[in-house]
T-cell receptor, first 112, second 112 residues
Framework: AQSVTQLGSHVSVSEGALVLLRCNYS??????LFWYVQYPNQGLQLLLK??????LVKGINGFEAEFKKSETSFHLTKPSAHMSDAAEYFC??????????FGKGTRLHILP | SQTIHQWPATLVQPVGSPLSLECTVE??????LYWYRQAAGRGLQLLFY??????ISSEVPQNLSASRPQDRQFILSSKKLLLSDSGFYLC???????????FGSGTRLTVV
């Protein structure tokens, strides 16, 4: 069965610094991978998704993620953090199944 | 375009009272529908999903039930709420999971 592991339940970065949120997946076949963002008291919003077309995926709000099969990773990055990026981020995986499996989430804190 | 509506946004209910949360999707046919719960520090927990009218799969045995009386309507219910039912409830839909889920704005339920 597929799964995702997000390293670090809380990550703090300074405004203007690089954002790196880590996600590793476990899957016996090539997966479809997603990153979602959740602002307080709101639903989840899709940031980006990997569907095997390209290993570097660009999403909304300046975020991107790179699929690395050799490392079974799909880390989320943004070159320069903004205060508005403070939120919870979820990595997720599916295998053309009828469910998406979500990680436990990483809360991103932006320090002024 | 497709939209998802979820209500109410917040709800405070006494222990032992019934519950009904409603979710409707517009602009698509035969969507896959999902109910998730977020409790503090526990990530996203899939409660129920449905691939068609009257077809409900339960992921976690508990005090809740779900129904899908119409193609684009998904209802989460309880006959008697427990304190442990408090949380943030999210509805989501998809055509196929490989395209990702679209989430509603959520319902904050507090059982007192």
């Amino acid at each position: 069965a597929q799964s995702v592991t997000q390293l670090g339940s809380h990550v703090s970065v300074s405004e203007g610094a690089l954002v790196l949120l880590r996600c590793n997946y476990s899957s016996s076949v090539p997966p479809y991978l997603f990153w979602y963002v959740q602002y307080p008291n709101q639903g989840l919003q899709l940031l980006l998704k990997y569907t095997s077309a390209a290993t570097l995926v660009k999403g909304i709000n300046g975020f991107e993620a790179e699929f690395k099969k050799s490392e079974t990773s799909f880390h989320l990055t943004k070159p320069s953090a903004h205060m508005s990026d403070a939120a919870e981020y979820f990595c997720a995986v599916t295998l053309r199944d009828d469910k998406i499996i979500f990680g436990k989430g990483t809360r991103l804190h932006i320090l002024p | 375009s497709q939209t998802i509506h979820q209500w109410p946004a917040t709800l405070v209910q006494p222990v032992g009272s019934p519950l009904s949360l409603e979710c409707t999707v517009e602009g698509t046919s035969n969507p896959n529908l999902y109910w998730y719960r977020q409790a503090a520090g526990r990530g996203l927990q899939l409660l129920f999903y449905s691939v068609g009218i009257g077809q409900i799969s339960s992921e976690v045995p508990q005090n809740l039930s779900a129904s899908r009386p119409q193609d684009r309507q998904f209802i989460l219910s309880s006959k008697k709420l427990l304190l442990s039912d408090s949380g943030f409830y999210l509805c989501a839909w998809s055509t196929e999971p490989i395209y990702g889920y679209t989430f509603g704005s959520g319902t904050r339920l507090t059982v007192v």
